[in-house]
């Protein structure tokens, strides 16, 4: 019994110390941390030129410059859409300039605040929140850290993908002998797990984007091709990304001036999507790889988001995956991957579905 206690607190020690050093290390962690969940996409395709013949420096070279190209085919997308939005800015300040006159004839009724003191209480907390220059300062010093982030991330999947059996090498030298072998299994199916998800990820993104594009357009949404990449980019953010792309479509498309039957539109658009996401994109393009429980997932999206904001609800799922996998295959830590797993069943196309 004092044993299992003693295990048991050593174990909760451990999570506590690996907390504070991920969030006092966030700057140097989390570029880290994308890129090692990055490489693993291109381990197989990278081994499989290298049987090839082609050299190992070669194969990751290759890798990191087709996910350059992916986000510079994304920034262009995104840039293309933008300059469309320009081009209606006038409209749109005056739909917004009419939607803020109502809203403060609203305060008004409501509080008996009126507008001119409403406006200097708004022009208040914009100055004490700004400073002097503070947001553009902000803005540009973001600008320029996210930059030396991407460009860190490049290096390390590059890094991770050449120095790979390197890195493998040193794990099991730090194993014992007889610990070898599960050692290696867990690598691999944590390699394996990550890729998978991730793939079935990025699938069902560009799936979500047509999906949207295609139902946004059909009900007369202005710069639809926008509204459905920002719906499809924030899937990579469960639970919350979904809701969040939504409610932005629906403050952009009263900001256009659309209409009640528009905004009704949009959310008959979501409930469908969201359907043909749970009973047909996730069985057959994400898949079941990451067997988490609700509880534990929504729990480790927050933890995530408390650690490293943006990047952390980006990258708990797959990470709570992996803990899993160790947390199964090593004895005294399989208490922890059945609080953290699921018994549900993999989910099954709608069709395929027997009826009871």
Known sequence: MDKTLSKGIQVSL???LTVLILYFGKEVLAPIAIASILSMLFVVP???????????WASALLSVVILAACLAGLVFLLNWQLQSFAEQLDDMKKNLSQMLSNLQGWIRERS?????????????QIKNGSGNGGMAQQVIAGFFSLSIDVILVFVYTYL????????KNFLLKITDLNRRERTLEIVDSASQVAASYMTGLAKMIVTLWILYGIGFTAIGVENALFFAIVCGLLELIPF??????TAITILGVTAQGGETDMILGVLAIYIVVQFIQTYLLEPLVVGNEVNINPLFTICSLVLAEAVWGIPGLILAIPIAGILKIICDRVPYLQPYGYLIGSDK???KPFWKRKAN
């Open 14 to 16: 451990f999570i506590v």
């Open 46 to 56: 990278s081994t499989r030129l290298e049987h090839k013949g082609l050299p190992r």
């Open 160 to 167: 991770f993908l050449f120095y790979r059996a390197r890195l």
């Open 345 to 347: 069943k993999p989910k």
């Open 112 to 124: 008996g605040i009126a507008p001119s003191e409403q406006k200097a209480i708004a022009e208040e």
């Open 240 to 245: 919350i990304g979904n809701l969040t792309g």
